[in-house]
């Protein structure tokens, strides 16, 4: 790839062709920095690629300009409550006041000779007792959990998020995930509180900013920018891997070998993934499905499904992002250039 290429395939970190999401950073900040927030917590969903981690990470960003908050970041395949001691031990040793004394890792037990529920318990006294001295300084601490995961980790973490909530600490909690955890977790009796907690399911970027930057970008005109936004259907990785291509090749290369290269990207990176995820009966009928929309009617006929059965699947794969209703009666693929890479993929 040429040196100066703006666009990146690196999920996760917030890119240099950044697309914003002015509704969803407002959503969040708002209300994270109310007065009186009327929730603590927000859950981000979308299928893998759709740009939950740059959102949650460019909140993250904006709320650590504020020398109020300070931002932890935890790993959801790490015992979340001693990450949790751990890193917020590390992000205060550069506030002045905040750890007692000789306030260390090793002196409170981390792992040394101790067994685990005694340890479990050592991690939460850590914790309160940091979060209330940040309190008494008018701080706020921001927790961020990227892909989380329906597991016993999660629930005794959230069980003790709600308990320090009930406490009236300022910690603020931001969470990303696939649609099909996220339900779990909210379902789940343990956590009824994350039932009431707001959550942003990613749309399609802009199509509009799209076409602008890549106007910009490649000084083309509006007819052509919009071409290629419209190429992406305002999926964020499809953005930048479109880019990215075009950038590289659109002088030596024809439209048709472009597309063929980002539909090897696609697959490689997230389609195939998405893929394996679907359940046998999911894949027959993404199979049957045009990307200008196919008439429901025909879906169960070609799958041989009852309507009322057809409109499970119909829900649930709408939800994880696969699938969208533009009109009564029709469905469409959401993701670009799916039915090309599913067509093949239901062959084997
Ligand atoms: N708002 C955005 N503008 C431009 N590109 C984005 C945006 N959000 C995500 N991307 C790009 O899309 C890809 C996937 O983003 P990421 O946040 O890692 O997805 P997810 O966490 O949902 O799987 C990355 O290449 C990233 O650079
Ligand atoms: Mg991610």
């Known amino acids: 790839m040429k040196k100066d290429n703006p666009f990146t395939l690196t999920f996760g970190r917030q890119p240099s062709e950044y697309i914003s999401r002015y509704e969803n950073m407002d959503m ?26 740059v959102l949650m990470t460019a909140v993250a960003n904006e709320l650590k300009k504020n020398k109020e908050w300070v931002v932890v970041d935890l790993n959801s395949t ?40 005694q340890s479990a318990q050592d991690h939460i006294s850590v914790i309160e007792e940091t979060l209330a001295s940040l309190r008494k300084k008018g701080k706020k601490v921001l927790i961020t959990i990227d892909e989380v995961q329906h597991d016993e980790n999660m629930r005794r973490f959230a069980s003790q998020y709600q308990i320090f909530i009930r406490k009236d600490y300022p910690v603020y909690l931001l969470m990303t995930g696939l649609y099909e955890h996220i339900y779990a977790i909210q379902n789940d009796p343990a956590l009824t509180f994350l039932l009431r907690t707001p959550k942003i399911s990613l749309e399609p970027l802009s199509l509009h900013q799209i076409a602008k930057q890549y106007k910009k970008i490649f000084a083309i005109g509006d007819e052509e920018a919009g071409k290629l936004a419209g190429i992406t259907k305002g999926y964020a990785f499809a953005f930048q891997a479109l880019g990215m291509l075009y950038y590289e090749y659109r ?3 024809n439209m048709d070998d472009i597309l063929s290269k980002l539909d090897d990207m696609l697959d490689d990176f997230v389609y195939k993934k998405i893929w394996e995820a679907l359940s046998q009966k999911d894949r027959e009928i993404v199979a049957v499905i045009d990307s200008d929309g196919t008439k429901v009617q025909q879906i169960c006929e070609r799958v041989s499904m009852t309507s009322q059965v057809f409109s499970k699947y119909r829900e649930r794969l709408m939800k994880r992002g696969i699938i969208s209703a533009p009109a009564h009666g029709y469905v469409t693929l959401t993701l670009p250039r799916f039915e090309i890479i599913a067509k093949s993929y239901a062959m084997f």
């Open 28 to 53: 969040i900040l708002s209300t994270f920095q109310a007065d009186n927030p009327i929730s603590q917590a927000y859950l981000i969903e979308g299928i893998r690629g759709s740009g939950k981690t």
């Open 78 to 117: 790490q015992n979340l409550i001693e990450d949790m001691a751990m890193r917020l031990i590390d992000s205060c040793k550069k506030i002045p006041d905040i750890l007692k004394q000789g306030f260390n890792v090793t002196a409170l037990g981390f792992g040394v000779g101790v067994n685990a529920a």
């Open 251 to 253: 002088d030596e290369m």
